[in-house]
């Protein structure tokens, strides 16, 4: 089974902080996606990549970065927090290749709270 | 751009009665995959079933199937025999079968609940 581990599952930070949630899959993924969701919004992507130092801007790319350094490993960033960003964080991963029906894969998610 | 609509935000179900959710969607394209996705409380995302367009048989997996309409732009999701189980966050989701088109598309949820 595929397994996608966020590193935390809760996490509170104040305004202003830098913040790094951290995502790692064992399936020998190519794409990795961060989403954000809210209540009412359903899930609106930020991020993705599809291979090692790519990124591409998703929806909702502003307050955020991003870093893939490693194929098993994808990072968001909050350069400097607000309490805007105060949500629900989901990592996903998938294989690429030809295309066909390939689900994603999700963590657990990690709830963010700025204050 | 695509756009998906889930447009009940909630709905109730008696336990072992069928429920179906409703979801419509928006593209230009002809060839795409849908997904019907599941949020249980406090637990991680999972694939309940998947559709790909070209293919004129709708999609089943056990308890749930699917009621795919192309020309109407419609992926409705039937749960039979409904367990408490299935209670859930549920969302819909597209994406292009174009190559390189990786990302998938969300609607905004619709929280099912199912009454003992």
């Known amino acids: 089974d595929v397994k996608v581990t966020q590193s935390s599952r809760y996490l509170v930070k104040r305004t202003g902080e830098k913040v790094f949630l951290e995502c790692v899959q064992d399936?020998?993924?190519?794409?990795m996606f961060w989403y954000r969701q809210d209540p009412g919004l359903g899930l609106r992507l930020i991020y993705f990549?599809?291979?090692?130092?790519?990124?591409e801007k998703g929806d909702i790319p502003e307050g955020y970065s991003v870093s893939r350094e490693k194929k098993e490993r994808f990072s968001l960033i909050l350069e400097s927090a607000s309490t805007n960003q105060t949500s629900m964080y989901l990592c996903?991963?998938?294989?690429?290749?030809?295309?066909?029906?390939?689900?994603?894969?999700f963590g657990n998610g990690t709830r963010l709270t700025v204050t | 751009a695509q756009t998906v609509t889930q447009s009940q935000p909630e709905m109730s179900v008696q336990e072992a009665e069928t429920v179906t959710l409703s979801c419509t969607y928006d593209t230009s394209e002809s060839d795409y995959y849908l997904f019907w996705y599941k949020q249980p409380p406090s637990r991680q995302m999972i694939l309940v079933i998947r559709?790909?367009?070209?293919?004129?048989q709708n999609a089943t997996e056990n308890r749930f199937s699917v009621n795919f309409q192309k020309a109407a732009k419609s992926f409705s999701l039937k749960i039979s025999d409904s367990q408490l189980g299935d209670a859930a966050m549920y969302f819909c989701a597209y994406r292009s079968a174009k190559g390189g088109s990786e990302k998938l598309v969300f609607g905004k949820g619709m929280k099912l609940t199912v009454n003992p």
């Open positions: 559709q790909e367009a070209y293919k004129q």
């Open positions: 996903a991963s998938t294989s690429q290749g030809a295309a066909n029906i390939r689900p994603l894969h």
């Open positions: 990549s599809y291979d090692v130092k790519m990124k």
């Open positions: 399936m020998d993924h190519e794409n």
